[in-house]
Every structure is written in structure tokens, then in C-alpha cells.
């Protein structure tokens, strides 16, 4: 199945999100604010980043944006 990045700042709402994808036989990596995604992209590959718009750091939109210039 999928490895998926989880980047959600809210702690019961990153836990519902993984839960689910991991029952389903998912691979669920969580990271709780804009700057942890490229932490954990530097240790990983993922399939899917989910990806929310108020986070602490950098919002959704500054990591999509920062993505597409620089990896994708």
C-alpha cells in the first residue's frame, strides 16, 4: 500500500487520519507543523502528503508552493 505524510497540526485530527489509513493497510508518517514536512522528505519517500492549511510555521499554501519550486 501507500506511505502516506500526515502534515496536521491538530493532535486528534492527525491521530483520527492515521488510524484510519493504517487499518486499511496504509504506511502513515505524522509531522504537526509546515517546517517538519521537509524534515521528514529528507528521511523519506511518500506516495501522498496530506497536507492542511493552518499549520504553525509555514501554512499549506508556503509548503505547496516551496514543492513545487524546489521538488517537484
Known amino acids: ?10 493532535q486528534a485530527i492527525n491521530t483520527l487520519i492515521k488510524k484510519n489509513l493504517t487499518l ?3 504506511s502513515c508518517v505524522c509531522v504537526f507543523d509546515g517546517e517538519a514536512v521537509f524534515d521528514a522528505l ?4 511518500f506516495d501522498l502528503i496530506l497536507l492542511d492549511i493552518m499549520m504553525p510555521k ?15
Open 1 to 10: 500500500m501507500a506511505k502516506i505524510l500526515i502534515a496536521e497540526d491538530e
Open 24 to 26: 486499511v493497510g496504509h
Open 42 to 45: 529528507e528521511e523519506n519517500t
Open 58 to 72: 509555514m501554512d499549506g499554501f508556503q509548503v505547496l508552493a516551496e514543492l513545487r519550486e524546489n521538488i517537484l
